[in-house]
């Protein structure tokens, strides 16, 4: 490209920053100098109201003051972690507001409770309640991303996008004359071919009047929460490197979770495994053979679900789970649909094997086939492999080439993307998974 083609890469590429927000550009709550402020104000006057009916004299009362001020701080850390989640594909659904109320709630709790501060019930739950109503109201103002006009640039990764999300408003620009006319959707162009100089000019000039424009490579990971693995080049790979400093903090919540977990499930656990062993004769844990962080083999330890028979951790076929497989048995199928069957590989995570989130370790056998006929997947082992993923709550339980392609592409993301609000957000997907019934997809 020449000179104003890398102008406009870098102009467009500016706006490829926000592109998990880009089709919602009457995103309100994005917006976050602008939302907090009048979500404050808005609670301030329903708590304010509510105490002056109840509490006339006691406005002015610490307990008051305690429970304004700790739902001023649980409706400020629930809105950003609220807009945090937006910004992850698949989560722009109002199913994700309560939970995001979880975390701010309980700290309050512990904060109220350890420090031993009054508070006053009605007070606190009528700043927190509408707190929660007003991100409802906010996230029902917002524009849906189906109903923004997509226009593309002529492209052969364009056209791919069209095909590929066909739930979008899409047209296809004949002529670079008419992208001053899109500004009220967005622009989508393949900034890495070679685009004429025409197009090149006309993108600039649209950027330069506020029409926003985004690489389809970026938006396509923004929609569907994968990256394209045909597309890695060195400079891809660079930006695969996971935060280095979330590892370190990711570690300590391992150890300080798995722990924990271990203790309180204990008894729970013991039970799975009378219940394991009352059921099908054989031992209640079965080890099995995986590759997992930097490409090391370890035997993972799981609740057995399948009947009793010899193991071989080198033939590809009989390490395939089928759709209502004969060799599961029947307390086996519940521990799969509710992914109870994992619980014990809570000690993988203590020794440092596995980590609560991340990339699925695969049998011994499949990683070899899949290394073979997949590129590149081996990088999916840069991070410790996880209990529970993003490709496990997007996808579920794949084992043909095919699928595997998309779920590498979802453990791409993630290594990308990996943070304590993916995490997070991965950790309460899975509990709806559990919940539905759903952990054997």
Known sequence: MDMQSSKTTAMAGSATASAGSALGRRAWLERFTFALPLMTVFVFAVQATTIMVLYPRLFNDPAMINSMGGAFLVNTAAALIFREFRRTPGTRRFAFILPSYIVPVLMLAFGLLGLRLDYNNYALMSGILSGVAFIYFISALQRPTSGRKVYLVPGQKTRELAAELSFLNIEMLASPGELMRCGDGAVVADLRQDLSGDWERGIAHAVINGVPVYNVKQLRESLTGRVQIE???????????????????????????????????????????????????????????????????????????????????????????????????????????????????????????????????????????????????????????????????????????????????????????????????????????????????
């Open 231 to 441: 597309t890695l080049s060195e400079n891809s790979f660079g930006a695969l490197v996971p935060s280095l400093s979330y590892l370190l903090l990711k570690r300590a919540i391992d150890l300080f979770g798995s722990l924990l977990a271990l203790i309180v499930l204990l008894v729970p656990m013991v039970l799975i495994a009378i219940t394991i062993r009352i059921g099908s004769p054989g031992p209640a844990l079965y080890r099995h053979r995986r590759v997992g962080y930097r490409g090391k083999e370890f035997d993972t330890i799981k609740f057995r679900t399948m009947h009793s028979r010899q193991q071989d951790d080198g033939d590809l076929e009989s390490q395939k789970t089928l759709d209502n497989d004969p060799r599961v048995t029947a307390i086996g199928r519940f521990l799969r649909n509710t992914r109870l069957d994992e619980l014990p590989q809570l000690i993988n995570v203590l020794r440092g094997e596995m980590s609560l989130i991340g990339p699925r370790p695969e049998a011994l056998a499949l990683s070899r086939w899949y290394d073979e006929h997949l590129d590149f997947y081996d990088y999916r082992h840069i991070v410790r492999p996880g209990i529970t993923g993003w490709a496990q709550v997007n996808q579920g339980h794949v084992t043909e080439l095919d699928d595997v392609y998309v779920k590498l592409q979802y453990d791409f993301y993630y290594i990308k993307n990996v943070s304590a609000w993916l995490d997070l957000l991965i950790a309460l997907r899975t509990l709806a998974v559990m919940v539905n019934f759903r952990g054997a997809r």
